[in-house]
């Protein structure tokens, strides 16, 4: 070495230093460098995408929003995107932590859009399907100049250095970003050998993000089916009837016929326990949610009606002082009352408003969709008969898969936003008490404190308190034993003329013994379903329905049939000697009217007078017999004392009567009047009797 000259020592030396630098450029064959411009390519564009929808919900929306113009909907025209706008960052914050991975880049490329598949997929299938919906309101706004110009001018004040001239620029990018995913990854894979070990893992990735693509068509195709009948809904009478022809007319024919078998059982039904599961918890949370505006409704009315009583407007004719009673009361009914129904109003009835109105999309979806079950049901018998169906037949079968589909991916959600909501809104309702009676409380105190026993020690104090209650507790016992016990409310409710008839219809057809009587209002929430009154009397034809669920049952109402709860249904039992409701009867035409068991007065003058007592004096027209021991039995013609002419609920149709020592309910429609006393200075009616002859 020591004898080498300079040259060659250089010559010796100089690979040694120089050659890993020629390497990676003499030996980066064309194919990875088209693969490392594939992987650029994705990373800057995914960049320049994220960029981009920053600027859109930043600065545009939010100098749209600032604008306060009512006109323009926001929700409808940037719907779903921040979503996007999430899952996007999470996608480049992941491809910028692969930029100096050199042999583990692809593999860690593949794996992140693998994990983030379907966090993309419900993302982006939200914003693809209200993505025609945002540009029909866009267009909607570029007829209208002064929307327009809103619009350029935030465009003009937020992004000018994109050249943008419509709002379009922006929404249209995650439409078109989703569907370049497939494609970027593919040419990476084109580029990759298939002995490289991420080959694999690359492949799949791509087919991911194919599938993810597939997803949201299929499901902007089963959004559309669903918008097209809910659209459906909004046509008025008259474009309802125009849509009539003979092929509607027929198809609906079939449709009533087919359901008809499956009542019959003559045909089996398609069933499908995971769309019943969900159709049964939605209709439930419906019920629920139409319940609970029902009472609220009620809440607020009597509400009202507290605040229209002002007592501190009156003189109270009580002893004592009543300074800070009228004092208390006055700030009651003028600022806190008002102000929990203002906040009641807002907080609780309002949502539940809302929540009832979205409720009608899924319900008119679902009425919907057994429609098109008894469609395919047909058709499917159809083509297994002939094996095969026409063009119009088949879209018509994946018109119901599309919305079977969607409603079965959509209704778990659903029920779950819906649950939620009740929930929210029904914690309101509790901290709006809540506050209520601490204000009141609190007002009470400061009122309380004025008051004269305020003097008093706790323990005389307490005491006075508790003597007070017990006495109010004794009398109330007192009053609750003789109300329920003395005069309890007729079971069974009486029947007007048209109910009796129908009775008498359904004994013949059915037997006596499958009557049942409605005890409150029925209101049919599913197909099949009957909306009955409290009153009414059905049959019974089967204890269970086609599910075989026994709380509800199928029940003939003398016209429909259909199912009913079956806890809102109580034996009925027939009166043997039941007559139809008569005509109340007068003095003058008693005699021309015959009826049977009739009772004739004898005429006679009966001028009105004045009863100074709540008991009047009545006859029974008909014979009654008593089916509980709340009733009690008459004969025609028996007079009877009416106590009330009214049940404890206030109903007229029963009166409680005293006859023969014995108090009890008759229906009202079976008593008649009897000519009342003559007042002072008459005579009194003369009753002639044939002379007895020797």
């Not at 706004?141 to 620029?169: M, N, Q, W």
């Not at 009202?304 to 009228?326: D, M, R, W």
């Amino acid at each position: 070495m020591a004898n080498d000259s300079p040259e060659e020592v250089l010559e010796e030396e100089a690979p040694e230093t120089e050659d890993p630098v020629y390497e990676d450029v003499q030996w980066l064959d064309k194919e990875e460098q088209k693969r490392r411009l594939a992987v650029d390519e994705l990373i800057n564009t995914e960049t320049s995408y994220v960029h981009n929808l920053q600027l859109c919900i930043s600065d545009i929306h939010n100098h749209l929003q600032k604008k306060q113009l009512p006109e323009i909907d926001l929700e409808g025209l940037f719907s779903g995107i921040d979503d996007v706008l999430s899952v996007s960052r999470r996608v480049l914050k992941g491809l910028e932590a692969t930029v100096n991975q050199e042999h583990e880049q692809l593999l860690n490329i593949s794996t992140l859009f693998q994990e983030l598949k379907e966090e993309m997929e419900n993302a982006y299938k939200i914003y693809c399907a209200n993505y025609d919906q945002a540009l029909l309101l866009l267009e909607m706004y570029r007829k209208s100049p002064r929307l327009k110009k809103e619009i350029l001018d935030t465009l003009t004040a937020t992004v000018p250095h994109t050249g943008a001239s419509d709002l379009s620029f922006f929404l249209v990018m995650p439409v078109q970003r989703v569907t370049k995913y497939p494609l970027l990854l593919q040419k990476i894979l084109e580029n990759t050998p298939e002995s490289d070990s991420a080959y694999r893992a690359l492949h799949a990735a791509a087919n991911a993000m194919v599938d993810v693509n597939a997803n949201i068509n299929e499901y902007k195709a089963q959004k559309e089916v669903a918008d097209k009948y809910n659209k459906a809904g909004y046509l008025t009478l008259r474009e309802r009837l125009a849509r009539l022809n003979t092929h509607s007319i027929a198809k609906k024919t079939t449709r009533l016929s087919r359901l008809f078998m499956h009542g019959a059982g003559i045909v089996s039904k398609t069933e499908d326990k995971e769309f019943d599961e969900l159709e049964e918890k939605f209709q439930w949370l419906a019920s629920c949610v139409a319940a609970l505006k029902e009472n609220v409704e009620a809440f607020l009315s009597n509400t009202e009606v507290f605040l229209s009583a002002k007592p501190h407007e009156n003189e109270l004719e009580i002893g004592g002082t009543t300074q800070q009673y009228c004092h208390l009361s006055r700030k009651l009914h003028s600022a806190v009352f008002p102000e929990f129904k203002k906040r009641l109003e807002h907080l609780v009835y309002l949502p539940l408003c809302n929540l009832a109105e979205t409720l009608k999309g899924p319900q008119k979806l679902i009425r919907k969709r057994l429609d098109k079950l008894l469609d395919y049901e047909e058709l499917e018998e159809k083509r297994s008969e002939t094996g095969s169906v026409s063009y119009e037949e088949k879209a018509a079968m994946d018109t119901y898969l599309a919305i079977n589909s969607l409603l079965i991916s959509e209704l778990p959600v659903f029920n779950q936003v819906t649950l939620q909501w009740l929930g929210h809104i029904l914690r309101s309702f509790v901290v709006l008490q809540q506050d209520l009676a601490k204000e009141v409380l609190q007002e009470a105190e400061g009122e309380m404190a004025q008051l004269p026993h305020r003097y008093l020690p706790a323990a005389e104090f307490w005491k006075m308190v508790k003597d007070t209650l017990s006495q109010a507790e004794d009398q109330l016992r007192s009053f609750h034993n003789k109300f329920e016990t003395d005069t309890p409310s007729p079971v069974v409710q009486p029947l007007n003329p048209a109910e009796e008839r129908k009775v008498l219809s359904l004994v013949n057809k059915h037997g006596p013994d499958k009557l049942y009587q409605v005890t409150s209002n029925i209101s049919g929430s599913k197909d099949m379903d009957l909306t009955l009154q409290r009153g009414q009397v059905v049959a019974l034809l089967h204890g269970m329905d086609t599910k075989g669920k026994t709380n509800r049952w199928l029940v003939d109402s003398g016209g429909p049939r259909g199912y009913v709860s079956a806890e809102k249904l109580q034996p009925y039992r027939l009166v043997q000697q039941q007559q139809p409701r008569m005509q109340m009867l007068t003095p003058n035409d008693g005699a021309q009217k015959t009826h049977p068991s009739s009772f004739s007065l004898p005429p006679g003058p009966s001028p009105a007078v004045p009863i100074s007592t709540s008991a009047f004096q009545v006859v029974a027209a008909y014979a009654f017999a008593a089916r509980s021991n709340h009733e009690v039995s008459l004969w025609a013609g028996q007079p009877v004392t009416v106590l009330e002419p009214h049940d404890k609920k206030g109903s007229k149709e029963w009166s409680l009567v005293e006859v023969n020592g014995q108090k009890g309910y008759v229906p009202s429609s079976y008593l008649v009047m009897m000519p009342t006393p003559g007042p002072p200075r008459w005579s009194s009616p003369t009753w002639t009797f044939p002379t007895q002859q020797t």
